[in-house]
């Protein structure tokens, strides 16, 4: 089902039973799988590959050019998984230097405006709400949750199951589990609601809470609060990943005042 006003190359591949809009422009190197729908006005170029299932909204820009001033050519790539929605307006970029990718898992809902730069690692079921941007070089795991006007440093990490609120200016990593809020953002609390609606065990957020305690109220260093973490509470799947997470941080975390 592809409408005639749609422009797609000739060696561009489209999967079966894809449905293509009035006006969408479809490049040379892009491959859709089965079964993606694109609306209308919808711009896809560059190497790009989308799995199945993803369905984009009028005016969402896909697959363009990185922005990074440092680009020479060549032919870096986005891959993007299954079951994506990208809402109207969204822009996602190919990486930057040629044979590299920038990558988004399956699951994730764009909002509107919402911005992925080059270079970035997204997981699955990320949330990005309206004119929530990442810079470059950002990763983002699982089930996060950036609420409008989210502002991400380049190279900053985003851990799992955090959601940061509103408007916030992310400067450092934001620890998975948690809610970071602010600017620039601090971790204020455990996301409660969020671990409760993925069916965390109680045990798990029990442990979490005495873990945000230990590493952002208790006053001590970084290497003293993950080795006391360690030492005290149970060793959680949950909180095996927050100690690690923090341990590999290079640009430092959100902390609580």
Known sequence: MIHPTAIIHSRAKIGPGCEIGPYCVIGEHVTLGEECRLHSHVVIDGHTKLGSGNEIFPFAAI????????????????EIGDQNVFREGVTVH????DGEATVIGSHN???IQ???AHDCILGNHIIMSGFAGLA??????????????????QFCRIGKFSMIGGCSKIVQDVPPFMIVDGNPGETRTINKIGLERAGVSEAAQTALRAAYKIIFRAG???T???EKVEAELPALPEVKH???FLRASERGYCKSK
Not at 73 to 78: C, F, I
Not at 137 to 144: F, G, I, L, R
């Open 94 to 97: 190919c990486a930057t230097n």
């Open 136 to 153: 470059g070089h950002c990763v983002v795991e699982d089930h996060a949750i950036l609420a409008g006007y989210v502002a991400v440093h």
């Open 220 to 222: 001590l260093s970084t």
């Open 224 to 226: 003293n609060a993950l």
């Open 63 to 78: 697959g363009m050019k990185t922005q990074d001033l440092k680009y020479t050519g060549g032919a870096p790539r986005l």
């Open 109 to 111: 809902l764009f909002i």
């Open 242 to 244: 927050l100690v690690q």
């Open 114 to 116: 919402a911005h992925v």
